[in-house]
């Protein structure tokens, strides 16, 4: 199974601030077709997992365009260019290159 | 615009059977592979299994936790997929959410909660 490694696990930032998550998958999320099935999900509290980025830098409808994705291989980044209280959650990246699909332990996202 | 909805969920024994609906609308439900995410009280997103669309015959994948006695089915003149949970075991409680792949599971219903307690 391809474990995947998020840190950190928990990121106190301040309103306004930038924030980053790192993914590291255990092997290469590159499928044979060509495309890297890497995602990132933000959860927040008491609300069902919402898509966020797909395919590593591809943002889902709607999502602010503070949010961006980028990686490559098995190294993947998420990063909030200023963060808002709404972004106040667990994120999570998740790989569907390979069966069984797996997703990262979450980061908290909090405010200082 | 598309609509996921869990249902079944509930209190059940240890060793006993649940079966979970997900009632879709908005698409053409068909065409689409959908896929079964848990989530235990406090715990992170656990991937639980997927079944494919019409076009490939509806073949399944699932976890290994669940292998064997999880079955992901669907009724497409319905729009419904279906997760039948059977020989449910303590650790098999977690909200359960249906969501809709396109190449990723952009579409996510509310979830219902599997509670496996005695």
């Known amino acids: 199974d391809i474990v995947m490694t998020q840190t950190p696990l928990s990121s106190p930032v301040t309103l306004g601030q930038p924030a980053s998550i790192s993914c590291r998958s255990s092997?290469?999320?590159?499928?044979?077709?060509?495309?890297?099935?890497l995602s990132w999900l933000q959860q927040r509290p008491g609300q069902p997992p919402r898509l966020l980025i797909y395919?590593?830098?591809n943002r889902f409808s709607g999502v602010p365009d503070r949010f961006s994705g980028s990686g490559a291989g098995t190294d993947f980044t998420l990063k909030i260019t200023r963060v808002e209280a709404e972004d106040v959650g667990v994120y999570y990246c998740?790989?569907?290159?390979?069966?069984?699909?797996?997703f990262g332990q979450g980061t908290k996202v909090e405010i200082k | 615009e598309v609509q996921l909805v869990e249902s079944g969920g509930g209190l059940v024994q240890p060793g006993r059977s649940l079966r979970l609906s997900c009632t879709a609308s908005?698409?053409?439900?068909?065409?689409?592979?959908m896929s079964w995410v848990r989530q235990a009280p406090g715990k992170g997103l656990e991937w639980v299994g997927f079944?494919?669309?019409?076009?490939?015959?509806?073949?399944?994948e699932y976890a290994a936790s669940v292998k064997g006695r999880f079955t992901i089915s669907r009724d497409d003149s319905k729009s419904i997929a279906y997760l039948q949970m059977n020989s449910l075991r303590t650790e098999d409680t977690a909200v359960y959410y249906c969501?809709?792949?396109?190449?990723?599971?952009?579409?996510w219903g509310q979830g219902t909660l599997v509670t496996v307690s005695s």
């Open positions: 969501s809709r792949y396109v190449g990723y599971l952009g579409d």
């Open positions: 908005g698409f053409t439900f068909g065409v689409y592979a």
């Open positions: 079944i494919r669309g019409k076009a490939y015959d509806g073949t399944t």
């Open positions: 092997q290469s999320l590159v499928h044979s077709d060509g495309d890297t099935y």
């Open positions: 395919k590593i830098s």
């Open positions: 998740m790989q569907a290159t390979q069966f069984p699909w797996t």
